[in-house]
């Protein structure tokens, strides 16, 4: 019984690696025998490395006996080179070019090593074979060049297909955390939208301006709930966020902290802007028509402001201005005081 012998992994064999391309590569006996005359033989153990992608190179070798592969590496399959097959004659033809493959021997192999001198004299001594030499070189070079513009084209479909599931997936991702921080009644940002834009202060606040807050609270919410219900009382909280937009610029932020209790952080040149704008909030809100079933009823609010002391946090910023709000609401509401924070003394008067 003849013994059978498992496949070497590392052997290469007619075809393999290129397809049809590798029988282009394929040197006929003749050829052989005009490049042995020119070259050098050079040995090589499984392992050893030619040259490397990138590199500039001058030299054309042809495989004796062996298994060399190509990497070409970003992602094109790489090809093993056997016995009577060429690789790196771009290098000839042109000079100077750089590698587009890396070159290593997967067994202990022989090359013939063709250098640029040893070329153009066979061009000179055997014209006719090296021109048909040539020939089938570019022929496959222009078809490996064809079958790598279609690998891009793939590539690149798969690329902006990976692109647009990204923006999809970054969408998705910002609509959730817009609607994680904004809230659901009156779509101004509710505590935590609050809390990421001050996180963020660094970047959006104006070196020329300072902060300024207003605690805003509707003045007998409760009464109008339990009178006309909780879907008149949304009603009316939709039409303050309205009014609370209407004021403000650019710079600002609202937020609806629960229930009927707002706060709008602005940016301001001084303490006297900010009552101001408070007071502008404080007439526009009397001013408000509502709709049936609350026609008639007169809305109001009180507001107590705070100039915000850069080095403090919001919690001192809350607090101070809360002081401010909670003494509005006990003089009856329906106006504003704004105070300097941290200062206990008498407040800017307000409407």
């Not at 970003?74 to 090809?79: I, S």
């Amino acid at each position: 019984m003849s013994e059978v012998h498992e496949p070497d992994p590392n052997e290469c064999t007619a075809g393999q690696g290129d397809g049809a391309g590798n029988e282009a590569r394929r040197l006929s006996d003749f050829e052989m025998n005009v490049f042995r005359l020119v070259a050098e033989k050079r040995r090589l153990s499984a392992g050893d490395q030619l040259f490397r992608r990138g590199e500039l190179g001058r030299t054309m070798y042809v495989i004796e006996s062996g298994c060399i592969q190509l990497d070409f590496g970003d992602g094109l399959r790489d090809k093993r080179l056997g016995a009577r097959e060429f690789f790196g004659e771009l290098a000839l033809f042109i000079g100077d070019h750089a590698r587009l493959a890396s070159a290593s021997a997967l067994s202990d192999a022989e090359v013939l090593v063709i250098v640029h001198a040893d070329f153009d004299a066979l061009l000179d001594d055997e014209p006719a074979i090296m021109a048909r030499f040539m020939r089938r070189s570019f022929t496959y070079l222009v078809a490996s060049e064809q079958r790598l513009i279609t690998h891009l084209k793939r590539r690149n479909e798969e690329l902006l297909l990976t692109l647009d599931s990204l923006r999809q997936t970054r969408t998705k991702l910002t609509s959730a955390e817009r609607m994680v921080q904004t809230d659901e009644l009156t779509s101004l940002h509710n505590r935590r939208g609050l809390y990421a834009h001050l996180e963020d202060r660094a970047r959006w606040q104006k070196p020329n301006l300072g902060l300024g807050l207003l605690l805003i609270d509707l003045d007998n919410f409760k009464q109008i709930n339990d009178q006309y219900g909780h879907v008149a009382g949304d009603r009316v909280l939709e039409l303050l966020a309205a009014q609370i937009k209407r004021s403000m610029t650019s710079l600002d932020l609202a937020c609806r902290l629960g229930g009927d209790e707002f706060a709008l952080l602005l940016q301001v040149a001084e303490p006297a802007e900010l009552a101001a704008r408070a007071r502008s909030l404080v007439e526009g809100v009397r001013r408000l028509v509502l709709p049936d079933p609350l026609a008639g009823v007169s809305l109001s609010i009180s507001v107590g402001g705070v100039w915000c002391e850069p080095e403090a946090s919001w919690s001192i910023w809350y607090s101070q201005a809360d002081d401010v709000l909670y003494r509005v609401k006990a003089e009856g509401g329906d106006h504003c005081q704004v105070a300097p924070a941290g200062d206990q003394g008498p407040r800017l008067p307000g409407n």
